[in-house]
T-cell receptor
Framework: ETGVTQSPTHLIKTRGQQVTLRCSSQ?????VSWYQQALGQGPQFIFQ???????GRGNFPPRFSGLQFPNYSSELNVNALELDDSALYLC????????????FGQGTRLTVV | AQSVTQLGSHVSVSEGALVLLRCNYS??????LFWYVQYPNQGLQLLLK??????LVKGINGFEAEFKKSETSFHLTKPSAHMSDAAEYFC????????????FGTGTQLKVEL
């Protein structure tokens, strides 16, 4: 059974650029949630994908968007990057109907310069 | 709406001493409660969870937590701290039917001293 994997682990982008982060969910999980963790803060919920559709969104602007694929993997896209987007982005997978724990990946460290 | 408050952004204990990390929650519906640990530059690892049933829950690495509805608390304890426990700890809440959308506290950095 594989865990949650995220790619890339680190990347540096310039303000105004666009970025795509990827997440492979744990085997048997059908739900993927994305979180942003700024330095020294707790993770903040961005959005969740279930059945390839957005299923809830936190207080993030529309330039944060996502996709979920038939194999339950997911992408997080951020357009028009701002310096404040610099953070650790965490992906979590779970089984929606069970409402049990979410399993987290190692995260992608995004630095915007 | 739900929220989590962790009292004390930094806690320091001696090796072998009791660890107590505080968490209070606010939720308009019965909550599910979680404690996660994060080591530097890593993701989050689940320590323990409360969903239903027994209010005292035991987790990994000797940690436990007690759900107290009357106090809206879910404090994390460990009888004897070990150097390897030094990390950041996050309390989180979700709710029935919420599909595992977690609301996290701001975290408590635990330092363990010799």
């Amino acid at each position: 059974e594989t865990g949650v994997t995220q790619s890339p682990t680190h990347l540096i982008k310039t303000r105004g650029q666009q970025v795509t982060l990827r997440c492979s969910s744990q085997s048997g999980h059908n739900t993927v949630s994305w979180y942003q963790q700024a330095l020294g803060q707790g993770p903040q919920f961005i959005f969740q994908y279930y059945r390839e559709e957005e299923n809830g969104r936190g207080n993030f602007p529309p330039r944060f968007s996502g996709l979920q694929f038939p194999n339950y993997s997911s992408e997080l896209n951020v357009n028009a990057l701002e310096l404040d987007d610099s953070a650790l982005y965490l992906c979590a997978s779970s089984v929606y109907s069970l409402n049990t724990e979410a399993f987290f990946g190692q995260g992608t460290r995004l630095t915007v310069v | 709406a739900q929220s989590v408050t962790q009292l004390g952004s930094h806690v320091s204990v001696s090796e072998g001493a009791l660890v107590l990390l505080r968490c209070n929650y606010s939720s308009s519906v019965p909550p599910y409660l979680f404690w996660y640990v994060q080591y530097p530059n890593q993701g989050l690892q689940l320590l323990l969870k409360y969903t239903t049933g027994a209010t005292l829950v035991k987790g990994i690495n000797g940690f436990e937590a007690e759900f107290k509805k009357s106090e809206t608390s879910f404090h994390l304890t460990k009888p004897s701290a070990h150097m390897s426990d030094a990390a950041e700890y996050f309390c989180a809440v979700s709710f029935t039917g919420g599909g595992n959308k977690l609301t996290f506290g701001t975290g408590t950095q635990l330092k363990v001293e010799l």
